[in-house]
Every structure is written in structure tokens, then in C-alpha cells.
């Protein structure tokens, strides 16, 4: 059986932030809201390039949305939806993680 990957510490993902990484050749993206971590490929659905605009930053300003840099699509934090932009009603590609004794992993 495969361990899990071990990402980051839980206490890296405050509540209504983002971070970036790259694991096994993935890019991937971790949001944490209301204590929940939500992780999604790095990837935007529009032109397939990294979302980001600076280092671990995927937020909207008010942090309620996921947000591309690149030409503005907007993705809701819980389902990866893109509720506005030029990829409206795509979606982000969900990445199953866990989290547990202080840390986030990657599910294998
Ligand atoms: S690459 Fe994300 S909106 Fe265009």
C-alpha cells in the first residue's frame, strides 16, 4: 500500500489562504476555509497555464473566490467552478488530499 505524501504543515494553511506546490510533477493549489482544506491542480481550465499571480497567491482579494491571474476567471473555493471569466462552467481539476497529525498529504 502507498503512503500518503506528505505537502506541508496544517499550520502553513491559516484559515482563507493559499499555497502553491509542486509534487510528483504536479502543480497543485491548497485553499483552507472554515478549517477545510480544498486542493485543485494548478491549472487553469482556460489556457492550462498556473493560476497565480504571486507566490502561494490564488485568492481574491476577499479571499471568498479562487482567481486566475492570468485573464480573471473566477472559481469558487469548495467545487473548483468557474462562475465568471473566459471559462465560465469549467472547472478546476480536484486533487485529493488529507489531512491529519499536523500535516496535508496527497492521497496516492
Ligand atoms: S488562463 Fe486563466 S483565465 Fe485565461
Redesign the pocket.
Known sequence: MTEPTYICASSDLTDDTSRGYRLEAVNLLLVRKKGQVYAYRNL??????P?EWREHDFLTADTSLIQ??????LFTIEDGL?IS???NGQSLIPIAVTERDGGIYLKP
Not at 486566475?68 to 476567471?73: I, M, Q, S, V
Open positions: 487553469c481550465p482556460h489556457v492550462a497555464i493560476l486566475c491571474a492570468n485573464h480573471g476567471a468557474c471569466g473566459p471559462c
